[in-house]
């Protein structure tokens, strides 16, 4: 094995791999269990979990929590207790209550980020839960610590330090994204900067993650010979038998071109990184589809307003219904040319 793993806590990690959450529904039990089963840490997206229950339109929140439970528990059962962690948005809304579900169901871990999770170690509390903020600054990194350090005498088990080729919600302005490049480098430097007061108090590393557009052996290698500890990868593992998402949804991936990948306006009110399609296309000449039913998911979203409902798309293309649906994917989503299995790329990656 060519690298070490880190410590999360009292977890240690065999390879320095995180898969990121994504949702909906495309990182499930089966990608992170086969994530875990193969020395990295799986991860389950916990957006609207419940969106293949019978009834997640008439009774939303009862489904979704269903669901975290029954995610939490196969993916754990099929890893053979290994560990697993769950990504909550800080945009969603009842994010308290589904953290406080996964981690009364026995999460390892939580990851969240698309907003600044300054309340997490509140609804873990009396659990040894591990949280880990997902920042893209070292600013952002420095104000949840700080946060954490003084409302409840607790630090990081790991930050994820989020670069501007990730798929899904970013954490960046559209007009930075254009602008600027994001340098892995400096980021991590200033970020070790900020940790290292609280590392000193606390007496324990914090280890600290890339993440966005790791995707081939050469790219894991700078990232780990910079200094990070470890990466956070998602768009490699779309393109696995093992991802949970219909094969249509992985086809839009196999069929990229590097021009296809985009930055669009999410009505999260951030930008995210998606694959061009009929429907992106439909909804910037006005085209607003239907929508079935509002699940209330995201704080700033006005149903009334709002140019697409974005669970409604999401969950269209998780189920193969692309032509309705928002294919999210990370910069490099166009690279993929093959069908993998998770062990195959972890082989090539890490070994
Ligand atoms: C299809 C897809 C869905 C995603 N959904 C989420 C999500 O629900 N929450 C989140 O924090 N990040 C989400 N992300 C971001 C990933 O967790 C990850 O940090 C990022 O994509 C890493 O970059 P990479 O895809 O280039 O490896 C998503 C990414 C993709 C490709």
């Given at each position: 094995?060519?690298y070490?793993g880190?410590?999360i806590?009292?977890?240690?990690t065999k390879?320095?791999l995180i898969?990121?959450?994504m949702g909906?529904?495309v990182?499930?039990w ?5 994530i ?6 799986g ?17 939303t929140?009862e489904a ?19 560990v697993?962690g ?5 945009a969603?809304?009842?994010?308290k209550e ?7 169901a026995?999460i ?10 300054l309340e997490l170690?509140e ?5 040894d ?6 920042a893209?600054s ?5 104000i949840?610590t ?5 409302k409840?005498s ?6 994820v ?13 559209k007009?930075?994204?254009?602008d600027?490049n994001f340098?892995?480098e ?7 900067l900020?940790?290292?007061k609280y590392e000193?108090k606390y007496?324990?590393?914090?280890p ?7 995707y081939s052996?050469?790219?894991v290698?700078?990232?780990?010979k ?5 990466v956070q990868?998602s768009?490699r593992?779309v ?14 991936f ?11 306006d999410?009505?999260v009110?951030?930008?995210g990184?998606a694959?061009?399609?009929e429907?992106l296309?439909n909804v910037?000449e ?9 699940v209330?998911c995201?704080?700033?979203?006005n ?6 409902c ?5 969950i ?8 309705e649906?928002l294919?999210f ?9 093959k ?13």
């Amino acid at each position: 094995m060519k690298y070490k793993g880190f410590k999360i806590g009292n977890i240690e990690t065999k390879l320095p791999l995180i898969l990121g959450g994504m949702g909906i529904g495309v990182s499930g039990w089966k990608l992170a269990s086969a994530i875990t089963n193969n020395d990295g840490i799986g991860v389950l997206s916990g957006v609207n979990l419940g969106y293949r229950e019978d009834d997640f339109y008439t009774n939303t929140f009862e489904a979704n929590k269903r669901a975290i439970i029954k995610e939490i528990k196969k993916a754990k059962e099929e890893s053979n207790n290994g560990v697993i962690g769950i990504n909550f948005m800080v945009a969603m809304n009842r994010y308290k209550e589904y953290v406080r579900i996964a981690v009364e169901a026995g999460i390892d871990i939580i990851i969240s980020g698309a907003g600044l999770p300054l309340e997490l170690p509140e609804e873990s509390k009396g659990y040894d839960t591990k949280l880990i903020p997902i920042a893209s600054s070292a600013k952002a990194a420095r104000i949840i610590t700080k946060v954490w350090d003084k409302k409840y005498s607790k630090i990081p088990d790991a930050v994820v330090i989020e670069g501007d080729k990730a798929g899904g919600h970013l954490g960046f302005k559209k007009k930075d994204l254009i602008d600027e490049n994001f340098d892995f480098e400096k980021v991590l430097k200033e970020t070790r900067l900020v940790l290292e007061k609280y590392e000193n108090k606390y007496g324990r590393k914090i280890p600290i993650i890339a993440a966005g557009g790791i995707y081939s052996k050469e790219d894991v290698e700078n990232i780990m010979k910079i200094g990070y500890d470890g990466v956070q990868m998602s768009t490699r593992f779309v393109t696995t038998e093992e991802c949970d998402a219909d094969f249509n949804f992985k086809n839009e991936f196999l069929n990229s071109k590097k021009e296809d990948i985009n930055i669009m306006d999410s009505p999260v009110g951030l930008p995210g990184r998606a694959i061009d399609n009929e429907f992106l296309k439909n909804v910037e000449e006005g085209v607003k589809p239907k929508i079935i039913k509002c699940v209330d998911c995201i704080k700033n979203c006005n149903y009334k307003d709002t140019k697409f409902c974005i669970s409604q798309a999401l969950i269209n293309s998780v189920k193969g219904n692309i032509d309705e649906g928002l294919v999210f994917a990370g910069e490099n989503a166009y690279k993929s040319k093959k069908m993998e299995k998770v062990k195959d790329i972890i082989e090539e990656l890490f070994y």
